[in-house]
């Protein structure tokens, strides 16, 4: 098993920046391809972007294509969500999750897929 642990949610203004990360603990690191997923209220969980085991792939849902970048250092058993130009509709929880299996340049992207997740941490971006 995996253990994740969010942080750096927080306020800011429209067209502000966040960087979140996810610390991991148990397993080995770089067994899980890696996804950032959000949750505003009232909507269902939605997917934001994941990364492969190596970091080398990645994949975006449209909403962060260009404004938000995924990393992930193997060493350090963190993946990080950089994301820039933040809009008011970007407010939600945003929850960090590990997939296990599949193949070494897997970035899924359903909340199925996804057997790992940590408490989340709350974006808030005003107007």
């Known amino acids: 098993q995996v253990q994740l642990v969010e942080s750096g949610g927080g306020l800011v203004q429209a067209g502000g920046s966040l960087r979140l990360s996810c610390a991991a603990s148990?397993?080995?690191?770089?067994?899980?391809?890696m996804g950032w997923f959000r949750q505003a209220p009232g909507k269902e969980r939605e997917f934001v972007v994941a990364i492969s085991r190596s970091g080398g792939d990645t994949y975006y849902a449209d909403s962060a294509k260009g404004r938000f970048s995924i990393s992930r250092d193997n060493a350090k058993n963190t993946v990080y969500l950089q994301m820039n130009s933040l809009k008011p509709e970007d407010t939600a929880v945003y929850s960090c999750a590990a997939h296990e299996g599949g193949t070494y340049y897997s970035t899924p992207y359903r909340v199925y897929e996804y057997a790992y997740w940590g408490q989340g941490t709350q974006v808030t971006v005003s107007s």
């Open positions: 148990g397993r080995t690191f770089s067994s899980y391809a």
